[in-house]
């Protein structure tokens, strides 16, 4: 159970940072969205 709140708590991070990142400036590729995540899953 611990397992399952981390993942819907990290799920719930990485939208929250993409949210922030699109308003802020439009996705210019794929990688930028992937070097997000990266840093919200080395951060946790």
Known sequence: ????NSIIELIG???TM???FRAS????SFCDVVRIVGMVFSLS
Request: proline fraction near 7%.
């Open 1 to 4: 159970m611990i397992c399952l």
């Open 13 to 15: 991070r990485i939208s």
């Open 18 to 20: 993409l949210r922030m």
């Open 25 to 28: 400036t439009p996705v210019e």
